[in-house]
């Protein structure tokens, strides 16, 4: 990682040096500005690190490993903020944890206990990863379980990711999605009882995988350039889609998406 960061911080100087000539009036003579030079500079800085990560060790992030014990709480509000990398979610947590986890590299946390509800929070810390680490394979990967005995509210926050969440086998009431430019696949609850799924903005892709046996109703709003919804089983009402037996199955999904989506499919 230490690689990634010496070329950026020779990049700024150089450039920053450029910048300086320019306004001094020393490039002028030359018939050049810094305006002509930078964008070449950055190509040849940017292909310069590539050349190099390609001859070089990838950098790899250290593994950690975490649990946050169960207290005498009957519910929890998890938020995962992740920003790029791989991100894996599923059941399987021990009945006296609300989550175990493996992290490739660091986590910020924090988690307060209230009123019987416990609520949770992990992040990714900004400088953890730069971009052009990121590019050179140093991927970050969250490979987390969760509690399945417990009345779970999530908050996915991610940024350039690729997502898996498979809740098949966890009692989420609530997803909110608020994802950016990435590929997002849910398998979501299939004995919740009523799960809300809010999605409050873009996604490349967003794949939702209804169980058999539960119901759902799908409402979005903004543009969707693909829009894949199994209509068998879930279809066309007004301007959104309902399973016939929705208003009384005792489990069910719905799900709303109030912001533009590249592709959604819905099965």
Known sequence: MRDGRVWGSVLLVVIGALLLLNNLGYLAPLGLSAWQLIGPLVLIGLGGWMLWSSIAAKPRLETAT???????????????????????????????TLLTGTFGGEVERSITRAAGQADMHLKTPLDVILPWEWMSGCRQTWDILLNESLPLELVIKTGASDTTLDLTH??????????????????????????????????????????????????????????????????????????????????????????????????
């Open 170 to 267: 966890l009692r989420v009431t609530k997803l909110t999605l608020e994802s950016g430019a990435n590929s997002m696949r849910v398998q979501l609850p299939a004995r919740a009882g009523h799960t809300e799924v809010r999605g409050t903005s873009g996604m490349a892709s967003l794949s939702l995988h209804v169980p058999e046996g539960v119901a759902a109703r799908i409402h979005t709003e903004g543009g969707l350039n693909s829009c894949n919804v199994d209509t068998e089983r879930f279809p066309r009402v007004g301007q959104g889609y309902e399973s016939p037996e929705y208003a009384t199955a005792p489990h069910r999904v719905d799900i709303r998406l109030e912001a533009g989506i590249s592709s959604l499919t819905v099965r």
């Open 66 to 96: 975490l649990a946050i014990p169960r207290g005498e709480e009957t519910a929890a509000r998890i938020t995962l903020e992740f920003g790029g990398g791989v991100l894996n979610v599923a059941h399987g947590a021990a009945s006296d």
